[in-house]
């Protein structure tokens, strides 16, 4: 009676020890995965792509993310840290150094191409070049009457030129300078000041001369001409760091960023993350909604994701 003891105690031990193997095996399987953190800019369209990731990486892969607000010119040692995980608009005009430092050294990824190109530059309402041709070119500003005419209290006789975020890489301060424009900057603030400040006067039928970006939703709304400055050269940009700007915006192919421990540490949200992108009817696709959804991204962004599934699916592919 004792042989059939001493196997039924080793068939009990056997036992525990394959549960704990298998508690063991489980623990392991559900090991939480990292928080990806997202760098979101202070503009609409950073805003919106942020949401289309976090909803894509929380719905289909499981990850919590993080939007987190930050300028962009902090998020560079930022992800070459790790505090952030990933930046989905890079504009390269005006961040040559950084570019330099954090992208060539291999201190952040280039996660590739978004897809569409940006191209900033200085706009007006199209009344304005209809009543005064001569206001489409920069040399028609030289004129400091035709220059008054953006004049306001603040500037007293220089016309007022409107910019937005004090974050962004700006060089308009130098570009009046530089060409001798009877012109000052007015920081607005904030993008949403600076669309504030052209809906005041577009109302009105005011001139106003400001800083804008293509893609963007404005142009759906306003009828808005571009101010012709001499054109873009290399050798006009590489007088930026000594204030000798004199040249219009350069063509800004959009691109992205990543920490580079973010391969290893969550290898399918760093290829879903370099799969990411889309076109510029995309991105004004998202902005339509996002106006259509009083300003809110994230409802903008979950619009779009419901209604084009097979844009999003191949950056999911294996």
């Known amino acids: ?6 196997r039924s105690g080793w068939s009990f031990v056997s036992l525990l020890a394959g549960l704990a193997l298998a508690v063991s095996g489980c623990a392991g399987a559900a090991t939480p995965k990292p928080i990806i953190k997202l760098a979101e800019n202070p503009w609409s ?18 990850y919590t993310v993080e939007i987190v607000s930050i300028d962009e010119n902090a998020q560079f040692p930022a992800l070459a840290k790790g505090d952030l995980s990933a930046s989905l608009e890079v504009w390269p005009s005006g961040h040559a150094n ?15 191409l978004l897809g569409p190109t940006g191209q900033i530059g ?13 206001m489409k070119t920069w040399e028609g500003l030289k004129d400091p009457a035709i220059a008054k005419l953006f004049a306001t209290a603040e500037t007293g006789d220089k016309g007022a030129f409107y910019t937005g975020d004090a974050s962004y890489v700006q060089y308009d301060g130098d570009i009046i300078k530089n060409l001798g424009l ?24 005011q001139p106003i001369l400001f800083y804008l970006w293509t893609p ?6 306003y009828k808005l001409v571009q101010l012709k400055l001499p054109a873009y050269t290399d050798a006009c940009y590489a007088k930026a760091a000594s204030g000798g700007v004199a040249c219009d915006y350069p063509p800004d192919p959009l691109f992205k960023i990543a920490w580079p421990g973010l391969k290893t540490a969550a290898p399918d949200a760093y290829q879903f993350l370099s799969k990411f992108n889309y076109t510029i009817d995309d991105q004004l696709d998202l902005m339509s909604k996002m106006d259509a959804n009083s300003g809110d991204a994230a409802k903008a962004a979950q619009a779009w994701v419901d209604a084009n599934a097979a844009k999003w699916q191949p950056w999911l592919a294996k």
């Open 122 to 134: 200085w706009f007006m309402p199209a009344y304005v070049a209809e009543d005064h041709p001569e």
């Open 216 to 221: 963007h939703s404005a142009f759906n709304k």
């Open 1 to 6: 009676m004792r042989s059939p003891t001493i």
């Open 98 to 112: 950084d570019i330099k430092q954090y992208v060539d050294g291999k201190l952040v990824d280039n996660l590739g």
């Open 45 to 62: 369209a950073s805003s919106l792509n942020v949401n289309v990731a976090k909803i894509l990486l929380q719905q289909k892969l499981g």
């Open 182 to 205: 009877n012109m000052q900057v007015v920081p607005a603030g904030s993008e949403a000041a600076l669309l504030s400040a052209l809906d005041a006067a577009y109302s009105r039928r």
